[in-house]
């Protein structure tokens, strides 16, 4: 079960026909009140129980005082042969780098997420105004979802004098290529993320990452070595962060970012998602 509204029933369904039950816990639910907390519960009520990360797997067990033979971490993967700088050929670069009016001469900062409030745009923006590297762009991909948002974003940008340095290109299709524009990739999240597919996306593609740390980025990311990582909601620690990750000359930044591909392709592929999932299952069955 991977969510809880059938996860009910698919509790009650296998505890009758005598069969195991999985969940996946995957995210970190809200539990506003007790009925949200009993409605939750089901999520850790398999004979074992998958979360994305060892951040997770804290929340269950302390959470429901699950124990933690029931847990298994099973990290998010990223497909290596899709996301490699190598495979992204012909004009998928230029052409995003034209629609999104970007001068490849300035160096890009992209956050990829949705536009909402928890995925930390306005963090992005008061670091850029406040970083040395002045000429920096900041590129913003994702779904916009609410006008109301984007707009307060605009508005902020202009507030710092950096709206010139702003992008709100919305959704793509085409990440793998995207990120081949950006000189760092960053993860701005003010909650902790359960995973931050984000990351190892932009780790496989050699990119110079920088998150918060906190969440699975602190599984993710070893801190000077395959990304970099900053105290949560930290403007100006932030901004001095993209300043290091831009001042590091272009050797050195190819180099971190071989490292972290490698890192990714090792541990945080599909292909050993895969493998973990099905161990979980064979685990049950004999």
């Not at 160096?107 to 745009?121: D, F, N």
């Not at 909650?191 to 969440?215: D, K, N, W, Y």
């Not at 962060?241 to 945080?268: C, K, S, V, W, Y």
């Amino acid at each position: 079960a991977h969510s809880r509204a059938p996860a009910w029933s698919a509790y009650y369904a296998a505890r009758r026909c005598k069969v195991p039950f999985v969940t996946s816990y995957h995210g970190a639910y809200s539990e506003t009140s007790g009925v949200k907390r009993r409605y939750n519960r089901v999520m850790a009520l398999g004979d074992l129980i998958v979360v994305p990360s060892r951040f997770i797997a804290g929340l269950v067990m302390s959470r429901y005082g699950v124990a933690e033979s029931r847990v298994r971490v099973v990290h998010g993967g990223v497909n290596p042969l899709v996301f490699d700088p190598a495979a992204v050929l012909g004009d998928r670069v230029s052409r995003l780098a034209k629609a999104w009016r970007l001068d490849m001469s300035r160096p890009v900062v992209m956050l990829p997420a949705r536009l909402t409030t928890l995925k930390g745009h306005k963090l992005l923006i008061e670091a850029l105004a406040q970083m040395r590297h002045a000429d920096a762009l900041a590129v913003c991909v994702g779904a916009t979802g609410r006008p109301a948002y984007m707009q307060s974003l605009l508005a902020l940008a202009r507030q710092r004098g950096v709206e010139d340095r702003l992008r709100l290109v919305g959704p793509c299709d085409d990440m793998p290529a995207a990120m081949m524009l950006a000189d760092v990739v960053v993860n701005a999240s003010l909650q902790p993320e359960s995973f931050g597919l984000t990351i190892i996306e932009g780790q496989a593609m050699g990119r110079v990452v920088v998150a918060a740390g906190h969440g699975g980025a602190l599984e993710t990311v070893r801190d000077g070595e395959t990304g970099f990582l900053f105290p949560p909601g930290d403007a100006p620690a932030l901004a001095t962060m993209l300043d290091h990750a831009l001042d590091m000359p272009p050797e050195a930044r190819i180099a971190f970012g071989q490292a972290a591909r490698a890192e990714t392709a090792r541990n945080f592929s599909v292909e050993a998602m895969q493998l973990r999932m099905l161990t979980v299952y064979a685990e049950l069955l004999t």
